[in-house]
């Protein structure tokens, strides 16, 4: 029987009758010392120090990376990793790694550029700290589907081949599909909605979403992971703003939890799960005073630039952010009532029913750490109003016949949000680019590996 | 506060006091009898029958599908479903359906053709025996992630642009990706090899792939979903069906438990979930063997038209499922061992260490009820047999680089496998077709709604 890392520590500290177990994994590290090679082994659970007598190590000849099966008998050692090593009785090499590695597998990864990073993909996800970042972000996916199932939720699968964009034509991949043109979804924007009017009420979906932009950011990728939430049944976007507290307390509890140890890879933390229901709510127009003044205040003692900003920008949600941090003991705001040229069109208005303007929207972005995870809001779900404001936006009723078939016969009032994986994922371990977070990045340049 | 349908035949029971509560959704059906109108509620939970007097149903001016908010009090009833009523005392129309519906929601689908289904998606998904399709296939999505976490495997979300398909260059769909051409991805096969090798050594995704085949079968879909499984240190493909077993018994009892009503919407049951250690191992010669004795004995009987069976075609499929649930009480069947020329390059030789011919592979196919709903095998890990075998199948180191990068540098050995989600889900429920099974199907015509 095969033991994992973490399970030969543990029979170290166990056994006192010196039997012998087995190990298989990776050649994380090679070190002589003496006549003795101590090789640091790489498994699913972590890693485990194996000393080697002179003979074993010749007969192996070992080279990083190299995939080998140790048998041997562990004992406590209060220098090694985990307190305990294994001292191997035999060795076998099941797959050998090539000398010529490429990428240095056990380096630094701070002193390593992205690029390259990227382009060694294939060996850098071996890093441990890069291998952290994606067993956290498999945690932020099981704690934001359960949480969601917990609240009747349904979890969907909704096609990513679409005739047309959600939000109008640009920005979007095309795809020969058979004899004509097709295009990869923005979002599951409307397949969300039409679920919540098939009865489902709510649900949730984890798919890829697809943005056709040109620009090359820390905080954009052109394929990403969507956290897609519909509801039916909802008076606002404060709603929506609550489900959201409850769904990241929750993830943030899980990684707490589930992660210790890649979190303490990145020397990162993430709030405290308890910390959410003080997240402010803050009115757009009063954010943008927020950051002003914050930005008015950093440049008297010296600290920003501090042109006038004039919307929710980078630089905004890094003040607004930080702001909420003194302020409320958490750097995460949901910032509220958008207005109407920030948003999609058939965003709901705030004044409806009051005979206002409506220059405002029952809208919200999530900003945490300085930067959007989320936006959502309420949706406009009566066919007669949406036909009437079509046209306001030169937009045709033609171009919206599903859409309108959706309102047209029942639909109730809904709303939601979605939040972007690798984003969350990104601000909770404090990596500098979106891309880090992503398995296998797509951008302008790069479609392989 | 909102009551849903099922609280609401709850309360009926635990009320003796009439208190008043409130419940919303849509009008499934509206039917009058001597002055009183009875109006069959649709919300997430299922249907409740409410009572409007004459002056409240004249109010609402209801019709099918309106979204509605009634108050009333509960009462049991005998004669209504669930054996419980609301008399209703209010009524809000929400949001009034228009009355040309273009499709009958509560009307009999097997008595609609399934263009018509699909052409009409928007609304057909609102009925519940559709709607109960994707309750079931959520059930499925979270049994097969909770099986495998609870199994250590790691959740990954791999890239679906890809820039040269796994498979050779045919079915692929091609991608405007700014400059340049790429492809969808036919499955994440080498990214979960990736994964594997990275040290996670057992990972899973449930993610869309694309086929760009022309055929129009009830069993194929141009996008699927695929519930996709990899893990190391396997010795053959032995141990993924091991897994697999563990996995459908895990996914049947589910289903069982919280899918009740849905199978009984369909007449449906799952195997019990224990007979799973039943379904027998087939290897390729044998099935073959057996798919002909059954087309014989069905001749003779007058059942089939009785051609010889050459490969495990469909009407395979249909025969070893019969036969296996007549010999082992269940009607899933694992045939493994396919001849090389049936499996892709990469499939391990069943006879590598014997100096064997390598004409069988290591890969199994798992049979559910007259369907392929798995493919799988373990993988060649080995650089340089790799290396050796490409040009045997006409293909070039070139054209895999990525997948030589992986194999050079320590890769234990692996394998796995591919459930196809909407097959899965067909064949729990018996659906004609496997279209039914996707909220959004796309085939070669259809890439609307």
Same mark, same amino acid.
């Given at each position: 029987?095969?033991?994992?890392?973490?399970?030969?520590?543990?029979?170290?500290?166990?056994?006192?009758?010196?039997?012998?177990?087995?190990?298989?994994?990776?050649?994380?590290?090679?070190?002589?010392?003496?006549?003795?090679?101590?090789?640091?082994?790489? @498994?699913?659970?972590? /890693?485990?120090?194996? &000393?080697?007598?002179?003979?074993?190590?010749?007969?192996?000849?070992?080279?990083?990376?190299?995939?080998?099966? &140790?048998?041997?008998?562990?004992?406590?050692?209060?220098?090694?990793?985990?307190?305990?090593?294994?001292?191997?009785?035999?060795?076998?090499? /099941?797959?050998?790694?090539?000398?010529?590695?490429?990428?240095?597998?056990?380096?630094? /990864?701070?002193?390593?550029?992205?690029?390259?990073?990227?382009?060694?993909?294939?060996?850098?996800?071996?890093? %441990?700290?890069?291998?952290?970042?994606?067993? !956290?972000?498999?945690?932020?996916?099981?704690?934001?589907?359960?949480?969601?199932?917990?609240?009747?939720?349904?979890?969907?699968?909704?096609?990513?081949? &679409?005739?047309?964009?959600?939000?109008?034509?640009?920005?979007?991949?095309?795809?020969?599909?058979?004899?004509?043109?097709?295009?990869?979804?923005?979002?599951?924007?409307?397949?969300?909605? &039409?679920?919540?009017?098939?009865?489902?009420?709510?649900?949730?979906?984890?798919?890829?979403?697809?943005?056709?932009?040109?620009?090359?950011?820390?905080?954009?990728?052109?394929?990403?992971?969507?956290? @897609? !939430?519909?509801?039916?049944?909802?008076?606002?976007?404060?709603?929506?703003?609550?489900?959201?507290?409850?769904?990241?307390?929750?993830?943030?509890?899980?990684?707490?939890?589930?992660?210790?140890?890649?979190?303490?890879?990145?020397?990162?933390?993430?709030?405290?799960?308890?910390?959410?229901?003080?997240?402010?709510?803050?009115?757009?127009?009063?954010?943008?005073?927020?950051?002003?003044?914050?930005?008015?205040?950093?440049?008297?003692?010296?600290?920003?630039?501090?042109?006038?900003?004039?919307?929710?920008?980078?630089?905004?949600?890094?003040?607004?952010?930080?702001?909420?941090?003194?302020?409320?003991?958490?750097?995460?705001?949901?910032?509220?009532?958008?207005?109407?040229?920030?948003? %999609?069109?058939?965003?709901?208005?705030?004044?409806?029913?009051?005979?206002?303007?409506?220059?405002?929207?029952?809208?919200? @972005?999530?900003l945490f750490r300085g930067l959007e995870i989320t936006t959502g809001g309420r949706r406009q779900h009566d066919y007669n109003v949406f036909l009437e404001t079509l046209p306001k936006f030169g937009l045709k009723p033609g171009d919206f016949t599903g859409y309108l078939s959706l309102l047209k016969y029942?639909?109730?009032?809904?709303?939601?949000?979605? !939040?972007?994986?690798?984003?969350?994922?990104?601000?909770?371990?404090?990596?500098?680019?979106?891309?880090?977070?992503?398995?296998?990045?797509?951008?302008?340049?790069?479609?392989?590996?």
């Amino acid at each position: 029987m095969r033991y994992l890392a973490n399970e030969a520590i543990k029979a170290a500290a166990e056994n006192k009758t010196g039997v012998e177990i087995e190990v298989s994994g990776w050649v994380h590290r090679i070190r002589e010392l003496g006549g003795i090679t101590f090789v640091v082994l790489r @498994d699913r659970s972590g /890693i485990l120090q194996i &000393v080697l007598s002179e003979s074993l190590a010749d007969a192996g000849k070992l080279t990083p990376e190299s995939v080998i099966r &140790v048998r041997g008998v562990p004992a406590l050692n209060e220098k090694a990793p985990g307190g305990a090593e294994l001292r191997a009785v035999s060795l076998e090499v /099941i797959s050998r790694a090539a000398p010529d590695l490429p990428y240095q597998v056990n380096g630094d /990864i701070a002193k390593t550029g992205l690029e390259t990073i990227l382009d060694n993909r294939i060996l850098s996800l071996r890093n %441990p700290r890069i291998t952290a970042i994606f067993k !956290v972000q498999a945690t932020i996916i099981e704690a934001f589907s359960a949480y969601l199932r917990g609240r009747d939720f349904t979890e969907i699968k909704t096609s990513k081949i &679409v005739g047309s964009g959600t939000e109008g034509g640009t920005e979007l991949f095309e795809v020969d599909y058979f004899d004509r043109k097709v295009y990869l979804a923005q979002s599951p924007q409307f397949y969300k909605e &039409v679920m919540v009017a098939s009865g489902l009420e709510r649900v949730f979906e984890v798919a890829p979403a697809y943005r056709a932009e040109k620009h090359d950011t820390p905080r954009h990728l052109n394929e990403y992971v969507s956290l @897609d !939430v519909e509801m039916g049944f909802i008076e606002s976007e404060k709603d929506l703003i609550e489900l959201e507290r409850g769904l990241l307390a929750h993830i943030f509890d899980q990684a707490a939890r589930k992660n210790a140890g890649e979190l303490a890879l990145w020397n990162a933390s993430v709030p405290e799960p308890s910390s959410l229901a003080k997240a402010p709510i803050v009115p757009y127009e009063e954010a943008l005073k927020i950051a002003n003044d914050e930005a008015a205040a950093a440049k008297k003692s010296g600290g920003s630039s501090g042109g006038r900003i004039f919307d929710i920008n980078p630089e905004a949600e890094r003040l607004i952010c930080a702001w909420a941090g003194r302020e409320y003991g958490i750097e995460l705001a949901f910032v509220n009532e958008f207005p109407r040229r920030y948003r %999609p069109f058939y965003t709901y208005p705030l004044d409806a029913g009051a005979g206002g303007s409506g220059a405002l929207t029952m809208s919200f @972005d999530t900003l945490f750490r300085g930067l959007e995870i989320t936006t959502g809001g309420r949706r406009q779900h009566d066919y007669n109003v949406f036909l009437e404001t079509l046209p306001k936006f030169g937009l045709k009723p033609g171009d919206f016949t599903g859409y309108l078939s959706l309102l047209k016969y029942g639909c109730p009032p809904h709303g939601g949000f979605a !939040v972007g994986c690798e984003r969350l994922t990104q601000k909770i371990l404090g990596l500098a680019n979106v891309k880090e977070a992503s398995l296998f990045p797509r951008d302008r340049k790069r479609v392989e590996p």
